[in-house]
């Protein structure tokens, strides 16, 4: 079941194009840049939830990662 966002994709898009450049900008490979987002996701998980909600927050953003991934052979 697809969940609502109370941020427009126009906004999401928008932040997700600059993270991109940023990345491209400093030719950042995969595993890199896999390393920084990871990173940034830990930073804010470890300074903007509540400690008590840390763990639960991060197996819902774990989850959802996988399930975004898709198994095709595309490259």
Known sequence: MAQSSRYSNERVE????ELVQVLEKNQTPTDLSLMVLGNMVTNLL???VAPA???TM???F???LKASVRED???
Do not use: D, G, P
Request: charged share 25%; proline share 0%.
């Open 14 to 17: 928008k932040i997700l194009a």
């Open 46 to 48: 470890n300074t903007s």
């Open 53 to 55: 909600q840390r763990q």
């Open 58 to 60: 991060a197996r819902s």
């Open 62 to 64: 774990a989850e959802a």
């Open 73 to 75: 052979k595309a490259h």
